[in-house]
């Protein structure tokens, strides 16, 4: 008994410390972030403005109040998270109001602006997250009402009068009075749910019943029923939206999750024989995807360049990231902003351009630090549907990473992506914070469940 | 699970390898044929963010960065542009660059072999990168004289130091104003290069080096005298003296200048006919030598050399292949030799220098902004074009030029000048180019110049190269000897 108690205690030492751990590292963030911010306008500007510093203030201090709600709602939690994401969004922030200076954007009302704001809301998303969800388990009973709002969203820009193309060549908004979205980031919170309740229970039927034809074990109809569903709206969103990147965000989620529930590696691949061949018959139909495979694959041939929509931005983006190199050109001291959509689409060949091979390096360890975190729950969960929603969403952040800046840097073609807690835009940033905000709930309850074990 | 689990790991940082790898190939494998793409406007604004070295005369500053407030950090700016502009050139953001602002390019913008260790220092320190200065041979007050002599003349003179190869002057007229091909509106400064560029008189172009190259005229007989004295002929070699002669195996008839014979006597030598400029025993002489003997001459003092100094030097011609008729017309500079003035002044130079060629040049030293040298001026030898003897035969040749009389005008008090003219005509009706180059003193040559100008009158108005082309020489060397 005394030894189970000062096993506890021990323990409780070793939690109380996670938020200080947590708070240590958000201080060096924050405090990265502030440099980065003073860097710029040095750079830009050769002297301190006041009212970028007070937004920075504001933002650290809606940061802080995300450590607070976790030491009161959530003190197990992983104290990774937050210092992460915070730090990948402070980048971000700092890129978009560099370009504004570049721009010479004066309005107060500016994107840098309006992407504080934005943060200050995700963040409180993640708040709300955290306080409305006292164990994510309650999730599981919303499985069906999750893919029916995940189509929902998905469909939502398709209707005629609220989608629009935004100025952008996918029909991925959804305009509500002057508030422009992307339902498409939310969905995928809406996905990975349904997704994680769908195939938790039904795994064993979809694993252990069905044919075998050729060695592969094909499922009944009825369980294959959903999986269907979900390639033919991944389609629909490829063909009427226009969009390789969200349809291939979706489809490998589906994939990845269907893989980790049942390790059926029949259907992964069965699956990417479907996706190929809808994206094959989509490149051939329609011009704008076979633009921008031969913007993919040679970009720098004249006449791709010369064609509208063919690979000028792409190019201009490699240009940037060139004119970068190995140490960038300092903060404040490149060209980001002749690349067009500097500040969202390309705003990794920004980075890339200020900050070196080394700061893009730093940062695509900072998203595998993130990803790797929400990895581990599947590793050491508790229950499945924890495990498979945790690994869930982490992967779809991965992917989401892999699409934008493979698509910038070359690795696959362009596809119009939010890059993940850096890029210009609202919807991107409430769903990214909560993801942040469900992956703190899981581990927390994974650390909860170890001590009730260890009690 | 795990195990799946853990191929998802894997997944995911084979993902992410390959950002990482794709990121690094277009951020430093491919970087530097991402930044010579002509679509690359960065590579052109940078440029310009760079501040731009410094172009020196001596211990004048020629052209110089200055900040300026906007996209572009800096503008560059020439001072006495139009006395420099053959030499220091310009730089632009779209129409190119010229003269020195280009051959030195890398230097200037700090991006050299040499500037290496400069460029990983500025990346520590975080200060704004420099560029290295350039500083020149050309001797303002030598260059200003130049000037002065060439005056309102379409033409060109250049000066350099026998002993060295330094170019102490190099001008070419009409020069023109750098500052306005420098500012920021794009269209302003089309439109003006346009109009330089179609200007008649073409004052881009630096005459001392390249363009249009000019028939050297008589000036070429220096070169067929080497060839005759290396192939054994004396100053005293005897030629047939006829007033005129018809081309060999043709029935085109060339006469001496002023239609006469060449000195009285039924014979002449050869130290008359180059101190009275004789066509007619050249052309004679020319036939005796072979084509062969007068090629190889010309080749060792630098025809058909493309020279760097370091803008490129359009090589002068000897041209090959001849019939007899026209090799006899090339004995004397005409038919299609061509050449540069600084050609022309390098002929001088191996003659005032024991026949010895040196390569010329114009880049004193390049100093980056620690003001440390990163090169400096030396000198480089192109070989021997011929035996010391015949070079001092040579030289008192050329002295009783100037000092019979048949040069009067290139005379200076108190020293011994050697000298030869040249009156290239290419048709009747044509303006003539007129010739002047020399040395002096002759016994100790501190200067060689060569002098061209273009507008020399035609036929039957023409002042000739005495009146015109000699003084100016004699100024120019008057200014050297005076320092």
Redesign the interface.
């Known amino acids: 008994m005394s030894t189970a108690s000062t096993v506890a205690g021990a323990a409780q030492v070793k939690e109380r410390n996670l938020r200080g751990i947590e708070l240590a590292l958000t201080l060096v963030a924050l405090a990265i972030g502030a440099l980065a911010l003073i860097l710029v306008q040095y750079g830009a500007l050769g002297g301190l403005r006041p009212v970028p510093l007070v937004f920075a203030g504001v933002y650290a201090v809606s940061v802080l109040a995300v450590h607070v709600t976790l030491r009161i709602t959530a003190s197990h939690a992983d104290p990774i998270l937050l210092p992460v994401s915070a730090l990948i969004n402070a980048f971000g922030l700092i890129m978009i109001y560099r370009i504004d200076l570049e721009k010479q954007v004066t309005a107060l009302w500016s994107p840098a602006a309006r992407q504080v704001v934005w943060s200050v809301l995700a963040l409180a998303a993640a708040i709300v997250t955290l306080l409305l969800l006292r164990d994510h388990r309650t999730l599981q009973r919303y499985t069906y009402i999750s893919m029916l709002a995940a189509i929902v969203l998905l469909l939502l820009p398709m209707v005629p009068g609220l989608g629009s193309y935004n100025g952008t060549n996918a029909r991925l908004w959804v305009h509500l009075g002057p508030i422009a979205f992307q339902p498409s980031e939310f969905a995928k919170i809406a996905l990975a749910v349904f997704f994680a309740g769908y195939l938790v229970q039904h795994r064993e039927a979809l694993s252990l019943t069905g044919h075998r034809i050729l060695g592969i074990r094909f499922p009944r109809a009825r369980d294959f029923g959903p999986i269907l569903v979900v390639w033919a709206v991944s389609m629909l969103v490829l063909v009427f939206q226009h969009d390789l990147g969200t349809s291939l965000l979706y489809f490998g989620l589906f994939l ?1 999750m269907l ?2 529930a049942t ?1 059926l590696t029949s259907w992964v691949w069965i699956g990417l024989g479907m996706f190929a061949l809808g994206g094959w018959a989509a490149s051939r139909v329609i011009t704008y995807v076979q633009g921008r495979f031969d913007a993919w694959l040679k970009p ?1 041939d004249t006449k791709v ?1 010369d064609t509208p929509g063919g690979s000028y931005q792409l ?1 201009q983006g ?10 960038g050109t ?1 903060l404040g ?3 980001p902003g ?1 690349t067009p959509l500097s500040q969202s689409d390309y705003i990794w060949a920004s980075l ?1 351009e200020e900050l ?2 080394i700061g ?2 730093a940062i ?1 360890c900072l ?2 630090v993130l ?2 975190r929400g ?1 581990r729950v ?2 050491a969960g508790q229950d499945d549907f924890g ?1 498979l929603l945790g ?1 869930g969403v982490s ?1 779809v952040l ?2 989401q ?2 699409i934008v ?2 698509g910038v ?3 696959i073609p362009l596809t119009g992506l939010p890059t993940p807690f850096l890029a210009a835009g609202g919807s991107s940033l409430l769903a990214n914070w909560v993801i942040v905000g469900l992956l703190a709930r899981i581990t927390n309850s994974i650390r909860v469940g170890n001590r009730e074990a260890v009690s | ?5 853990r ?3 894997i ?3 084979l ?2 390898l ?3 790898t ?7 494998l ?3 044929s ?2 010579a ?1 002509s ?5 052109t ?2 440029s310009y ?1 760079v501040q731009r070295g410094e172009i020196l005369a001596g211990d004048q500053v020629i052209a110089k960065s200055v900040p300026v407030n906007s ?1 572009y950090r800096f503008q560059r700016q020439y001072i006495d542009s139009e006395l420099y502009s053959s030499v220091v050139g310009y730089y632009t953001r779209t129409q190119g660059s010229a003269g020195i602002e280009q051959a030195m390019n890398s230097e200037l913008t700090g991006k050299s072999d040499t500037q290496f260790f400069d460029r990983i220092r500025t ?1 520590v320190t ?1 200060r704004g990168q420099q560029g290295a200065s350039v500083t020149l041979t050309i001797d303002p007050k030598i260059q200003q004289a130049a000037k002065n002599a060439l005056g309102s003349q379409v033409g060109s003179a250049v000066a350099l130091n026998p002993k060295t190869g330094q170019i102490l002057a190099m001008v070419s007229n009409p020069g023109y104003d750098a500052n306005q091909l420098t500012g920021s509106d794009t269209d302003t400064v089309i439109a003006r290069y346009k109009a330089l560029l179609q200007d008649p008189e073409k004052p881009l172009i630096n005459r001392t080096i390249g363009g249009d190259t000019y028939p050297p005229g008589s000036t070429f007989k220096l070169v067929v005298t080497a060839a005759a004295l290396e192939a054994g002929f004396t100053p005293d070699s005897e030629f047939p003296n006829p007033s005129s002669l018809t081309l060999t195996g043709s029935t085109t008839q060339i006469h001496n200048d002023g239609d006469g014979t060449c000195g009285s006597g039924s014979t002449t030598t050869l130290r008359t006919a180059l101190q009275l400029s004789c066509n007619i025993p050249f052309a004679e002489l020319g036939a005796q030598l072979g084509q062969k003997r007068i090629a190889a001459m010309a080749k060792k003092l630098g025809f058909g050399t493309t020279l760097k100094i370091p803008m490129r030097v359009t090589p002068s011609v000897f041209p090959s292949k001849m019939t007899t008729a026209q090799l006899e017309l090339s004995s004397f500079g005409q038919y299609d030799v061509r050449a540069t003035p600084l050609q022309m002044a390098m002929v001088s130079a191996a003659i005032a220098n024991g026949g010895k060629v040196l390569a010329p040049g114009l880049v004193q030293s390049v100093q980056n902004d620690r003001l440390q040298t990163l090169s400096s001026f030396h000198v480089r030898s192109l070989g021997q074009a011929m035996d010391s003897k015949v070079a001092s035969t040579l030289v008192d040749m050329m002295t009783y030029n100037v000092q019979s009389g048949a040069i009067a005008s290139a005379r200076i008090d108190g020293v011994d000048v050697a000298g030869k003219t040249g009156t290239a005509e290419t048709t009747k009706s044509a303006q003539y180019t007129l010739w002047f180059t020399g040395f002096a003193p002759a016994n100790d040559p501190k200067v060689v110049v060569a002098v061209a100008v273009e507008n020399g009158g035609s036929y039957d108005h023409s002042l000739g190269s005495h009146q015109i082309a000699a003084p100016i020489g004699r100024d120019i060397m008057k200014a050297v000897l005076s320092e």
């Open positions: 990845v893989y980790v390790g720098l360049y190019v490699l240009f940037g990231q060139a004119n970068g190199g190995l140490f300092g001291k490149g060209y002749i890339g070196g091979l893009a390096f695509l998203y595998l990803i790797s990895i599947g590793f495990k690994v992967f991965a992917l990473v892999f800046i493979g840097t070359r690795v | 699970m795990t195990r799946r689990l191929r998802i790991t997944l995911v940082f993902m992410f390959a950002l990482f794709s990121t690094s190939i277009i951020q430093v491919s970087a530097s991402l930044q793409d679509r690359n406007t960065r590579t604004i940078s963010s996209l990346l975080g």
